[in-house]
């Protein structure tokens, strides 16, 4: 059991995120853990196992086939490839110095340990799915004040003053097996689905491991920077992942209310955000409740059919929020590009809902791991469905089949694999909505456009990439709210039914 103590130390990951965001210091119990790193494999399978029977003195080419199974032929192709990189001499009866140098460090990649950190949440007790291998201290101005600050630029002398929140501390048990494999599977997923969104270079290095083992019982307690925007949605904010490999930290949503219950103050300071007053003769509980019945009220009042489905209404509360600050006149680039974003994050929530409400037989999809864009685009004619043309078609049968097929069971896959998997849930559908409409009703060209235009938001455009870029203009942004608006509403007979 481990409680947390304020021992003053505090971490920072990543970046401030663009627009009006407010640093809150969060309260994190810090596991050192050692793992052996994963390395790619100097030699495939076939070569080690020669390369040790060579070494056990059975080099002949005949004894090595009857004791493997390969065939002689094989076995013979490997010796020449092992020959080539110089791992054994040239009658390739003898392991050479760098061949049993190659085949020691295969033998002993196991054992190389590397150290990293593991987060557990000091509020709810559970671990963040995020590993680092560094601890990304930040020094304050003036370690011995409680409520710390940070000098940004010495030469202008800008500072930064996290929120730094009071809250209930507890003691919490060091994470269970099973536990820290779902914090490990789920930082896997994440850092899967943002290398679909971003560049390699503009994410940070990823961990691999091949299991992990704690170096002690007592964690170390710190604070780690994050920052908090307006979501304009019924869950009022948004907390960017402090390690910028996902846009929110979705494992701390939960968490946040049980914050702002402990601390009137962070309400206080949160309000502006989402430009609300601060609670005054209400308890944080009927504050929150307030403010998310004003956003449900909206959504409710123009798009009753949407009401069975939460997540749906969620992003669509966003949706029409945006729409009203464009044109209200808050439109500079963020607002722009943040529109294009949240355009796609319903459509997103349209496909996951389409795809998880009709699943098809997938089990008749041929199972093959190659990228095979001719079998794609089979696929997805043979399904002969209205609204998906030849040149909607190309583009899509150029997605990972695997990826898609993987959509079924967990669809947090890009927009165009999820239109790909939506597709594919009509095979042995009698009912199904990508059945019935039309070319002209969906328009996917347009949603296409659409998935490239958030994709070209969230990387660094200039004039050294080469690229042609579309300028996002308050008519761009404006256009593609109207189209993703009316996309969905091609679906609303469905959701309500």
């Known amino acids: 059991m481990a409680a947390f103590v304020d021992t003053m130390n505090y971490l920072r990951y990543g970046n401030k995120p663009s627009g009006k965001a407010r640093a809150v210091l969060w309260p994190v119990l810090v596991h050192q853990v050692l793992y052996p790193e994963v390395q790619q494999p100097k030699m495939n399978l076939f070569q080690k196992v020669v390369m040790r029977l060579i070494r056990a003195n059975t080099y002949d ?47 002993d990649q196991s054992e190389q340990l ?29 370690p011995s004040e409680k409520f710390p600050k940070f000098s940004l630029n010495r030469k202008t002398g800008k500072t930064l003053e996290p929120f730094k929140p009071s809250f209930k501390q507890i003691n919490h048990s060091t994470p269970k097996t099973q536990d820290t494999m779902r ?10 689905i943002a290398r679909q969104l971003y560049t390699s270079g503009e994410l940070p290095k990823q961990i691999k491991l091949s299991g992990l083992t704690y170096q002690s019982d007592e964690p170390e307690s710190a604070w780690i920077l994050v920052w908090i925007t307006a979501s304009h949605s019924t869950r009022l904010w948004s907390i960017k992942d402090p390690f910028d490999i996902r846009d929110e930290a979705w494992w701390l949503a939960g968490n946040l209310p049980e914050l702002l219950e402990n601390d009137k103050n962070l309400c206080r300071s949160l309000s502006g955000l989402i430009e609300q007053p601060e609670p005054d003769n209400q308890t944080v509980s009927e504050w929150l409740k307030s403010l998310q019945d004003q956003a449900s009220l909206q959504v409710m009042m123009d798009y009753p059919w949407v009401q069975k489905e939460p997540d749906i209404a969620d992003a669509l509360s966003v949706l029409l929020t945006r729409q009203e600050m464009l044109e209200s006149g808050q439109n500079n680039k963020n607002d722009l590009e943040a529109a294009i974003t949240e355009c796609q994050k319903l459509l997103e929530v349209l496909m996951q809902w389409l795809i998880k409400s009709f699943q098809g037989s997938v089990e008749q999809l041929p199972k093959s791991k190659q990228n095979d864009a001719n079998l794609n685009r089979s696929l997805l004619t043979n399904l002969n469905l ?57 328009d996917l060209q347009k949603l296409l456009a659409l998935a490239d235009l958030r994709n070209q938001t969230s990387h660094g455009n200039s004039r050294y990439t080469g690229k042609q870029y579309t300028e996002i203009t308050v008519e761009v942004a404006q256009k593609n709210i109207e189209f993703a608006l009316q996309f969905t509403e091609q679906f609303k007979e469905w959701i309500r039914g």
């Open 61 to 107: 080419a005949g004894d090595i086939a009857e004791l493997t199974g390969f065939h002689v032929n094989l076995v013979k192709l490997i010796q020449a490839q092992l020959l080539s990189r110089g791992w054994i001499d040239d009658k390739a009866i003898e392991l050479t110095e760098s061949g049993f140098k190659a085949i020691g460090e295969e033998d």
């Open 114 to 142: 590397a150290s990293g950190y593991l987060f557990q949440d000091a509020v709810s007790g559970k671990l963040w799915p995020r590993i680092d291998n560094r601890l990304a201290l930040i020094e304050p101005d003036n």
């Open 183 to 192: 914090a490990w599977q789920d930082y896997r997923s994440d850092y899967r």
């Open 386 to 442: 209205p609204a998906f043309t030849e040149d909607v078609i190309a583009t899509l049968s150029r997605q990972k089949l695997q990826m898609v097929i993987r959509a079924f069971k967990n669809p947090t896959s890009s927009l165009k694999a999820l239109v790909f998997a939506a597709a594919l849930g009509t095979i042995g559908t009698a009912i199904h909505p990508l059945k019935v409409l039309k070319s002209e009703q969906l």
